[in-house]
């Protein structure tokens, strides 16, 4: 660091420097939108930061940052790193206090990627069933959260949007977790990482004494015309502003529900598979529903039969991985379901039984399945395989 910067006393711990020069260089950029960030104000700050000496700096820093975010024209990437470092340490709640809704909302709209995964960190953040009732009452912000999540071209975004939103959606389930490790559950012979990150390892057995959620998201979720037409409408190449996808977008849009799902149906199949409530004419713009089809089934049945054109190669092969990856998770699911279990395996029936019409490769995929995975599960594989294909 620069010998001249001057060390800011934070709180009676130890100096930040350089603390006072970054804040007169954020006044600077809330005065003018067009002026360049300096990285290294920035980076000697960040350095500095422990968890005894963020909570200090989150009333005077964190405001001045939402404030750049909101009005910059520049790329936000030096201020959301450092937005990301201190609210590390910091609840959903007290994000929401410091970011509120219209800030996260403009995160989302930004075209910078760097705004996208911070607005998608601070829902992250939200680890409670309490915290996903606050999460659920905002019917806006989530809006704003899927078209970006499903419309955004950067990868990263994707991915993060659908780890974010599996997370909150496993914290609200009323359904019981599974009574296993997760690493012990394997799709194609290889453990399936496509679990929880917010605050659970995949290593561990998961706790059945937590508090399960109160299901508000999932309702929200389906329940909500906009947010459901809004779900099924991009991965068809639209959006219900009436913007539409291109080509590649939309197969983006397409593979980031297909990797969702399968960890749903694990998590609450029943809900996962129920059809969303027929839409009131006072729901409806013109009195007509442009996703009715789409309502007639459950998110599942959408997504496995009626989302993807299999005469887009590289479509069709994503969508025999979700099958696989269905097959296999749902294998673990019936076998704890008990007196659901029935229910399970009928439902995935009758999905199969529309999916494999004409459709060779993916009939020869599930058979070969059990062939791929490691040698304790192969059998009960097999097994359940034939209960569903037949």
């Known amino acids: ?19 006072d020069q970054l804040s007169a260089h954020l006044d ?6 067009d002026a360049d960030f300096k990285p290294k104000l920035f980076d000697d700050v960040e350095l500095q930061l422990t968890e005894s000496n963020v909570p200090p700096l989150l009333p005077t820093l964190l405001p001045k940052l939402t404030t750049i975010l909101l009005t910059t024209r520049k790329d936000p990437a030096v201020p959301v790193s450092l937005s990301l470092r201190l609210l590390r340490h910091v609840s959903f709640t007290q994000t929401l206090s410091l970011a509120d809704e219209t800030a996260l ?34 019917p806006k912000l989530l809006e704003h959260f899927i078209r970006r999540w499903l419309s955004a071209p950067q990868v990263e975004v994707g991915e ?12 609200d389930s009323q359904s019981p977790p599974l009574r296993i490790p997760r690493e012990a559950i394997t799709v194609n012979g290889v453990p399936w990482t496509n679990g929880s990150t917010n605050g659970d390892g995949n290593d561990e057995l998961v706790d059945i004494h937590k508090p399960r959620g109160e299901g508000v998201l999932w309702r929200r979720l389906i329940h909500d015309v906009d947010l459901y037409n809004l779900l099924v409408a991009l991965p068809q190449g639209r959006d219900i502003s009436g913007e539409v996808l291109d080509d ?11 990797r969702l799902l399968p960890r749903l149906a694990l998590r609450d199949f029943d809900l996962a598979t129920q059809p969303p409530p027929k839409p009131s004419d006072d729901e409806l713009m013109g009195g ?22 299999k005469s887009d190669l590289l479509m069709h092969l994503s969508l025999i991985d979700f ?30 039984s529309v999916a494999l019409r004409g459709d060779d490769e993916l009939r020869a995929a599930l058979k070969r399945l059990p062939d791929r995975t490691v040698e304790e599960e192969a059998e009960d594989l097999r097994l359940f395989i034939e209960s569903v294909v037949g």
């Open 28 to 33: 600077e950029a809330i005065q003018d939108p």
């Open 323 to 352: 099958f696989e990856t269905l097959v296999s998770l749902l294998r673990v699911r019936a076998k704890e379901a008990g007196s659901s279990s029935q229910h399970i395996v009928q439902t995935l029936r009758e999905i199969l």
């Open 105 to 138: 909302i403009t995160a989302f709209n930004s075209p910078a990627p760097s705004a996208n995964l911070l607005a998608m960190a601070v829902l992250h953040k939200a680890t409670t069933p309490a915290d996903i009732a606050i999460l659920a009452s905002m």
């Open 288 to 309: 007509v529903d442009p996703e009715a089809e789409a309502r007639q089934s459950g998110l599942l049945q959408f997504v496995a039969l009626k989302m993807v054109d």
């Open 248 to 258: 590649r977008q939309t197969s983006l849009a397409q593979g980031r529900l297909l």
């Open 1 to 19: 660091m620069s010998g001249n910067i001057v060390p800011s006393i934070v709180d009676g711990n130890v100096p930040i420097a350089g603390l």
């Open 160 to 171: 993060r949007g659908t780890r974010v939103l599996g997370d909150l959606l496993e914290i």
